[in-house]
């Protein structure tokens, strides 16, 4: 059966309720946050009103099939990635999964092998979000380590000419997004992991904005580690992946201290246990989990070939239209080659929180500012711009709706 | 359309024609306010004569909420003694928060009543207050300096 | 109307469904996890199906409501707490709130009052969960501050007698927890707390067993820090929460980087949002933190006090039915002053892993082992034990069962 | 009645009457192996003769599976050449791994095939497991001295 945005939109709830005095609701801010399918708002409901209880620590059946659904739950996220199942770690979020990442390169001391010194370096890019900046900032001024990037040129690709100079035999880290939130832009990885892998550093990629929209394999990416959002995945909020080569896990150290992460304890000391474990103290976030299975089994079952050719018919769409409009200014690559179905552009002199209003005011959702890419931002020129990111229940209706949206706008502020 | 409380004719006017934009180069304090969320900024200078507000100026990129409610604080609180300027500033405060239930004294805030609309408005009540804010921390520090 | 244990479990789904083989689920693990009225499971649902965006980001209705569904969950706690609404962080669990706190003590720099060093001391207790020991443990351990500790008595009580020797002006934190989650001891703040803060400690609860049970209030209890979970207060799994007094969180560096809890960053550098955003990296466990409101609205309509009364009562009769028995050997103390309604105990020669899964095979859930509190256990001189832990929808024939259960243990295990 | 499955009477019987524990004096490798979730502990010593387990003995607390899991193997695998001895541990993990679905090879795993039932309990299976697991790396260390 052909794919199709709106019988897919019957499974997300939402889509059944009104904006603004009875508007159809155009959800064009599936980059912020994705909307949820009733599979997974029933997973995690289900799983409070028939298995609760804390995994791995009761000797009751209700422990037993808590612990099934959460560990069948890591055994999904792990097969969705191509990963093994002892690499799959649950976090509450991307930004946790890399701060947890950033904080293990210093918590582990001297001896450790993800240990970073002054002698090191670490690399990030100028289209980072800020959860895959900040916390490499912070390590780098915890460490003494160097932190350098790549640049972003004017058509929003990375600026990969001085490679080699860039990823020096020092580096320990490059951390980069697959897909940028603003631009679209995804980014080449081959060349990039080839050399981090050439002097022996690891490759952590943000895949918020790619896992949710195109297949996704770790293996054939040959990275080392992994971040992704459930919320932006059709999936709960309150959880988040982390995904590590085990080989690298086994040396890495913890970061959140507490129950279930140890082997043993002592007033004053305490050994770890094993990865995943090592990495997942206190009562995990268990309903999520089992929620973002249920979304991943979703997403599988549609296909994430199909979203994706959805995804890139759509976004072409999306880029022709918008461009068609005297004063649209795109930020990003024109084209959808190596890019996302997400468009961020100025609109004239009107400035984004306006335009932003105006579309609300139309049952128009999108999303303006900096879109916690502030080096980016700046660095694009603007001050802001306004972003409409597309997903698999969007259709050709709701660009036309953006478009018909931004010429009213044009009016509105124009005419008064 | 409810999006017309929010866009009056009167902020549309100071958005397009601002008032007291462009910097003096004398002043007794400048700040610079940045609203984090959407990256709008403002600076602002105040000079101080006694206790009256002698002049006030900025300079600013950002949403028409935010540039035309800049324009309308240097328009009112103009000339006015701070102690003045202070109650116009909590009544505009005030005003904002209230989640649409005020109308707003006119008596008091002349042309700022035009902003109620915005307090319908979450996400755009920091537009609005940006500028205010920043006047409120410029008064702070040029009064210390006298 | 009377506080009726039976009819608060119709609130409860899970209780509809048996164990083994047709079992009536006697539930005595809430220590572990409680169970979710459908008002929560259906906050949580309702979010998801009406009101799903990022708050704080985007400038459309459905980013309002969620923006309004988040932070009237913050009030909503804040009430619950007695504190202000922005002292009030959300995090994952209190296993997140205690290691926030514990590497915002060292993520300062020299120049922030927080910032400890070997010239400074950290006091916990005998009787802490893995997730308020650790924490600290690797607190001292990186700023090489002391870590000391009050003992506990043969009769599960903390011994105070050395109270001011313990905690020495060199103080900076001390750190104990409210309830213990094994012993059931409910420790005595007041001395604890005069003496902390005439040394210019600050104190931190760790209230994970006292706030679902108990009437608590920040500002009586005049403490500095207080952590709970929400899953262990009938609500959400993936939310906790940390408070703090406002003063103090002002300087309290962050601990997560990324989105939103930033006031500018660029390239090398980034300043903080004032708290609580600064504490709150990345798009929040919104659906979770709604979740929990509805658990605290739930709680409060019946009544904290009501709640309080009941597991007194309860706590009592298990107390009583359990030293009935020849054989038991309760840790903790054996009346129900300053006490909650939990149990631990050994039984003769019967190993708790056995104890627990006859238990089971009847449908009565309880946890066995060492309850992440390791050292205690060790202190007691006992290998592991099995822990009876009460709530609101628990009545005395849970207790009954129990008692039986644990008979038909020993007939079992005796007879063969 | 389920739990019967579970509490077999070889179970119960070498529980009560554990075999080789007692850890003896001399050995070629002693482990210490603790469930972290439980807080059971085991220590066990073994000895080799060339490529055979001449000694097996262990000292310990834990429950009635745990304990009467290491008595089982301390018999079984005492006198095997350690390629005998892997296949049954081989074997046994692979039963303890099957959910229920498998009743154990007793040519091969003997009195371990009580074990069985223990499969069926996900909570259990480390229990069952610790000894062996112990015996497993007591190995190694002996046979990486010889
Ligand atoms: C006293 C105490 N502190 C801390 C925790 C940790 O809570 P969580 O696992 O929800 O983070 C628990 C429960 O596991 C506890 O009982
Ligand atoms: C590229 C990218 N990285 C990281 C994040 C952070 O994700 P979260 O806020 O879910 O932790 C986001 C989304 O906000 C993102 O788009």
Redesign the pocket.
Known sequence: MAFDPRVVRQDFPIFERTIREGKRLVYLDSGATSQKPNSVIEAESNFYRMHNA?VHRGAHQLAEEATDAYEGARATVAKFLGGGVDEIIFTKSATESLNLLAYAFSNGGSDNRFNLTSADRIVVTEMEHHANLIPWQQLAKRSGAELAWFAVTPDGRLDLSNLAEMITPNTKVVSLTHQSNVLGTVNPLAAIVARAHEVGAVVVLDACQSVPHMPVNVKDLDIDFLAFSGHKTVGPTGIGVLWGRAELLKDLPPFLF??SMIESVTMTDAIWAPSPRRHE???PNMAQAVGLAAALDYLTAIGMDEIYAHEQKLGAYLLKRLQEIPGVNLVGPLTMNDRGAVASFTLGDIHPHDLGQFLDSQGIAVRTGHHCAWPLTRKLGVQATTRASLYLYNDEEDVDALIEGILGAQKYFGDK | MQLDSLYQEVILDHYKRPQHKGLAATYDAQVHHVNPSCGDEITLNVALDDDKVAAITWDGVGCSISQASVSILSDLLLGKSIAEADLVLNNFTELMQSKGTMVGDDAILEDAVAMAGVSKFPARIKCALLGWMAYKDAVVQAQAKL
Chains 1, 3 share one sequence.
């Open positions: 804390a507490g129950g103290a206190g009562v």
